[in-house]
């Protein structure tokens, strides 16, 4: 009988197995043994596209600019996510509801398509954004033709994208935070502040970790948004690991060459990814 | 003297009260306030959408107010909507979107049905994998599959590369492996007696499932099946890099590569195609909010 039950869970379970083995596990290591051929990829050539990044100053540019991009994204969508869940927090019932769907809704937006509006708000002739800030004097902005303003445009795109689901899990997790807790601080004549640091955020710990390890994952590893913003530039400035890959491996057809680009994003990934599966794993402790 | 105290504690309290609900309706005035702030700042940009995608090319290029329609017209949609090449991304990314949801479906719900109630060796570690799997992003893994199609391609002689079809097998890496995980979270959450009788009364393991798991998991089932639809339409990475003629392509990819070309950028027809491009996920989240917000949460609530 045993047995039996353990060979219909083979089978029940094969299918994500060999998915997960053929499609993921194996692409993976093949990414390692392609990172270490050469152009045409006939030879194997050790570690010298590696070496050979490391010589190169966009390599560089682009860590540098992913870890910016990154750690800016990730702590604004954290901050505006906490922030918005509080106020959405203070609405009564219904109403809340509304809005919660009607924030929600830049995350809904596939984000390929959402960026598009973006690029047309930020057009250097045509930017609507420009056109008001010329009320107020200022500007015109080039928002995507110069290296700051270009860097700071992909991040608010990202930090618009992914704040409502910052927002989503916080709402949740104050949610389960007990009313009482609260009560009795104010009855201890604790104010708003004392309030927030010692009883929301210890209470909401787990979900924070949790909700920034793996914005921390997807923010690192974005596509999208740069890609169709600035495609990198000006400069290459706007790079990241993604969107050099991509420009390196498939464009420009030297596949080895981007597979190693896109290889230095593990260690930053399998950092983030260990403490989520720590903070998993606690949680199932728990409950 | 106890007359006195019960007096002097009436006032004060009754005081207290009225301040901290005075409190309370400031502090939700300045909720609404910011709150309305924020709104704005989300919602611009689709909304922009809307409002370009109304204006016609001359409109466009006359510079004049943009946050406002002078003259609308529906010709931008007429247009699209009618056009062979965009039907034809739109039917792509639906065919693509549906069947992975249904491959996804039949991959997950055993999968998770087993890791869940199912002790085995190994169940452990494999449901340890499948969350780790999902925290694989896609742009660690499309050079090698790309390579990998190709090779496949050559070797076999069946075309792989610039097919749609391709992408319904390489979309399963996205969804399955969330889809398990939120599946064992809301099957582990099912009573034991609940599946233990029916075993008693001598229905087999595909009745269990069939019969007691998918109809009580229901909202689970409806939240997977949102994600993996949501994360199919929206994937742009794998079909950028594994399609290329245009009778091929998806629609995010459609309107990013065909609608802009060169210098020429119609944006009236690119914002309508991002809108209609954006209908579907936003039609399903207006009817299913609740189910799509639970999906969204279960990730790291649940397991």
């Known amino acids: ?287 | 003297m106890s007359t006195l105290a019960i007096d002097k504690a009436g006032p004060s309290r009754k005081v207290k009260l009225r301040s901290m609900s005075r409190d309370r309706t400031w502090a939700l005035r300045w909720s609404y306030f910011f709150l309305v702030l924020f709104a704005i700042f989300f919602l611009v940009p689709p909304i922009y959408m809307v409002i370009t995608s109304l204006k016609s090319s001359a409109e466009i290029s006359a510079a004049t107010n943009p946050w406002w329609v002078f003259h609308p017209t529906l010709s931008n949609y007429v247009e699209l909507l009618t056009s062979n090449q965009f039907l034809r991304f739109f039917w792509n990314s639906s065919m693509i979107s549906i069947v992975v949801v249904i491959v996804t479906m039949l991959i997950s719900i055993p999968a998770a049905f087993a890791l869940a109630r199912m002790k085995f060796w190994g169940s452990a570690t494999l449901a340890t994998g499948v969350f780790l799997t999902y925290l694989i992003p896609d742009s660690l893994l499309f050079i090698p599959l790309f390579k990998m199609l190709a090779v496949v391609q050559d070797v076999t002689g069946i075309t792989l590369l610039n097919r749609w079809y391709v992408l319904v097998f390489i979309y399963p890496t996205l969804t399955v492996p969330f889809c398990t995980w939120i599946m064992i979270g809301y099957f582990a959450s099912i009573p034991k007696e609940l599946d233990e009788a029916a075993l008693i009364d001598g229905a087999s393991w595909l009745q269990t499932l069939t019969r007691i798991f998918i109809p009580v998991a229901l909202p689970g089932l409806i939240a997977a099946t949102i994600f993996a639809f949501t994360v199919s339409w929206a994937q742009f990475l794998y079909p950028l890099v594994f399609t290329t003629s245009i009778d091929q392509l998806v629609l995010p990819v459609g309107i990013t590569t065909t609608l802009i070309k060169g210098d020429v950028f119609n944006w009236g027809q690119i914002m309508t195609g991002a809108l209609l491009g954006a209908a579907p996920p936003l039609v399903i989240y207006a009817f299913l909010m609740d189910y799509y917000i639970a999906g969204l949460t279960a990730g790291a609530t649940k397991g």
Not at chain 1, 193 to 213: D, G, V
Not at chain 1, 219 to 247: C, E, K, Y
């Open chain 1, 1 to 287: 009988m045993l047995g039996r039950k353990s060979t219909v869970a083979f089978f029940l379970t094969l299918p994500l197995i060999l998915l997960i083995a053929l499609l993921v596990l194996y692409p993976a290591f093949y990414s390692v043994y392609l990172a270490t051929l050469n152009k045409a990829m006939t030879k194997f050539v050790g570690f010298s596209n590696f070496t050979f990044l490391f010589k190169r100053e966009t390599f560089w540019m682009v860590v540098r600019q992913s870890c910016i991009f990154a750690i800016t994204a990730v702590f604004f969508k954290a901050l505006i996510g906490f922030i918005v869940a509080h106020f959405v927090h203070n609405i009564p019932g219904k109403k809340q509801r509304k809005w919660r769907g009607m924030l929600l809704v830049p995350w809904v937006i596939p984000p390929a398509m959402s960026t598009l509006a973006w690029l047309w708000l930020f057009d250097p002739s045509y930017s609507a954004f420009n056109y008001t800030l010329s009320f107020f004097g200022v500007g015109p902005i080039p928002w995507l033709g110069d290296t700051f303003w270009a860097r700071f445009s992909v991040i608010l795109v990202n930090v618009w994208y992914g704040a409502p689901f910052f927002l989503i899990m916080y709402l949740a997790a104050l949610k389960s935070v007990p009313d009482q807790l609260y009560e009795a601080a104010s009855i201890d004549g604790a104010n708003w502040w004392q309030k927030i640091w010692h009883i929301t955020l210890p209470m909401m710990r787990n979900i924070i970790a949790i909700t920034t390890l793996f914005s921390l994952i997807v923010t690192f590893a974005n596509f999208d948004i740069v890609r169709i913003l600035t495609s990198g530039g000006p400069l290459d400035t706007t790079h990241l690991f993604a969107t050099w890959a991509f420009q390196v491996g498939i464009q420009s057809s030297d596949i080895p060459l981007g597979a190693c680009v896109s290889l230095f994003m593990v260690p930053i990934l399998a950092v983030a990814a260990i403490f989520i599966l720590r903070d998993v794993n606690k949680r199932g402790n728990e409950a």
